[in-house]
């Protein structure tokens, strides 16, 4: 178990502020944000290689403030693989256990097994030099899960992993850390590997946890509009709730009247957080079943992209919506066309408005969610 306490790290032009979080035992944490937001530095400070920390860092029950890295009990996997180059791939990956002073057999055994599972059985005898990124940063993550630690700190560890191999290596990680009861933290910008792997996601913005909970619930239901932004919610619309009845909220924006579910207080803005893929189109203009928010619209733009097409579109407001080639192909739809556009309510996210709400900032940038609606 790792438990944050009010854990500052101040740095020139930036620092760690009031980080206070628990991850349980066998757990394993996405921490997402924009670049430049803390993750890295997190990780670090959980590592112990910043010294200057404040605050408490509690490991297994122990206040480990203060305590060397080597005496931590942690593996810390970078980015940047930092495999030995004078050792070849068996050697790196029994590198840990050497240290922990297996036996030979015991060594050979468990190094054999993970060069296997991360498709590296041919690769024992080669240098790190020769290899490919991704094949490098398989070997590290052999390597950190060879040593037996209870903890480990993964930054972006499936970054120049190749496509087709991507998921493979998902299903074996899983299985290491599950069948092993590792506590994982993990910082990753892909919110499909969070997808696939997180039992509980921290966002991370301006060097502060601004939320955290499981997967679902903080993918679902993002407190503020920059976290709504930065988890994939392409359609951010201000709108003005109408009524409340029977536990569903009805908000109006241009021509669409959205139903969410909850009550809120009336006469005051809110933002409407709907995912791209969650909206619906249909082109033949059928009357809706009552189950539906619809409304009709005109498609502004159609962009191809790789897995699908964007669709533009004027309901009053610019929403965007996305189809799969097959929808596409079914739908043929075009610049011009009339069609209808129907959301099911639970796709909506509804935050109340305040003018405090900012979207992240990313690149230096900060924007505001003004009293209009936006499409990000």
């Known amino acids: 178990m790792i438990r944050l306490e009010g854990v500052c790290l101040p740095l020139p032009g930036f620092e760690l502020a009031d980080i206070t979080i628990q991850i349980e035992k066998g757990t394993h944490l996405f921490l997402v944000g924009p670049s430049g937001s803390g993750k890295t530095l997190l990780l670090e400070t959980i590592a112990g290689l910043h010294p200057q920390v404040t605050g408490k860092v509690i490991i297994n029950g122990r206040d480990m403030t203060g305590t060397p890295p080597e005496s931590r009990g942690i593996g810390l996997l970078y980015q940047d693989y930092a495999l030995f180059p004078h ?7 029994e590198f840990g256990l050497r240290a922990r002073g297996l036996a030979e057999g015991d060594r050979r055994a468990r190094s054999a097994l993970l060069l296997q599972k991360f498709g590296l059985s041919s690769f024992g005898d080669r240098y790190p030099g020769t290899l490919s990124g991704g094949e490098r940063q398989r070997v590290a993550l052999a390597r950190a899960i060879a040593a037996g630690q209870d903890i480990l700190l993964l930054d972006e560890p499936f970054a120049a992993i190749d496509p087709e191999l991507r998921s493979r290596v998902f299903e074996e990680v899983a299985d290491i850390i599950h069948s ?7 910082v990753s910008h892909s919110r499909d590997e969070a997808y696939a792997l997180a039992d509980s996601v921290a966002v991370m913005m301006n060097g502060r946890i601004v939320q955290s909970g499981t997967r679902k619930e903080v993918f679902s239901h993002p407190k503020t509009p920059g976290i709504a932004q930065f988890l994939g919610y392409e359609n951010l619309l201000c709108c003005m709730p109408q009524k409340a009845a029977e536990g569903k909220l009805f908000l109006t924006a241009g021509n669409c009247i959205f139903i969410s579910p909850g009550t809120s207080d009336m006469g005051f803005p809110h933002i ?29 733009g159609v962009v191809e992209e790789e897995h699908g097409v964007k669709v533009v579109l004027d309901c009053g407001v610019p929403i965007v919506a996305r189809l799969s080639w097959n929808e ?49």
């Open 272 to 300: 409407a957080c709907i995912r791209a893929s969650d909206i619906r189109i249909n082109a033949d203009n059928t009357q809706p079943d009552g189950t539906l928010c619809r409304t009709e619209g005109i498609i502004t």
């Open 328 to 376: 596409q192909s079914d739908l043929r739809v075009y610049r011009g066309q009339s069609v209808t556009v129907s959301i099911p309510p639970e796709c909506i996210h509804v935050i109340p408005y305040s003018p405090g709400d900012t979207q992240g900032k990313n690149n230096n940038r900060e924007r505001t969610v003004k009293n209009e609606c936006r499409v990000v």
């Open 87 to 93: 050792l070849d791939v068996r050697e790196n990956v």
């Open 180 to 186: 092993n009861n590792l506590t994982v933290i993990q």
